[in-house]
């Protein structure tokens, strides 16, 4: 009889844990040097009607920026592009060079028992010597979820991709709770 209830028991545990768990924040960043006096940034002008959580992507990174000593101008200084997107998890990203394509993003697959779809939420940012046209930072912060939104993910796509900021970059996985 014990035998009976713990089966639907586990069944249920593990329906449930298919769609939850940690989420892991992938990053992967590169640094130059800062050039002296660049701690001035504007954003790129985005062509056409603004995007409300563009608008939230940048306000979230000009936060972070600020809060590491930089300051926002009109039209003067690093130039920061920020990009944002999503796409389904199950496609890969490749990239061909020369002859050969090389896999840039795997496809994920599905957990066992999951019943929705996951997507990748994606989120970059570049940081552009405008005098130069040198990089000053390059970074790419993105998370697989199956339920949660961008716009929950954005906060910490953007603490996560300007995390090595002003230090030598490289690639890292966080782990955070949230939904999946």
Partial sequence: MLLIRTIPLAFLV???TACSGPIQTRVDSAASPLPI???????????????GLLTEAQDAVSAQLVSKGWTK???TGALVTVTIAERPASIAITQQQ???????????RQKPLQRCKDVEHRLSIA???????AAIYNASASEYHCKGT?????PY??????????????KSVQTRAGVE
Avoid: C, W, Y
Wanted: without cysteine.
């Fill in 150 to 154: 961008l716009t929950m993910s954005l």
């Fill in 127 to 133: 940081v552009t010597d405008t005098a130069t046209g």
């Fill in 73 to 75: 101008a009109a039209d």
């Fill in 37 to 51: 006096g660049a701690l001035q940034f504007h954003f790129a002008q985005t062509p056409g009607p603004t995007n």
């Fill in 98 to 108: 020369d002859t050969e394509t090389h896999t840039r993003v795997p496809a994920k």
């Fill in 14 to 16: 593990g329906i449930v």
């Fill in 157 to 170: 796509l953007v603490r996560a991709a300007l995390k090595d900021f002003g230090e030598k970059g490289g």
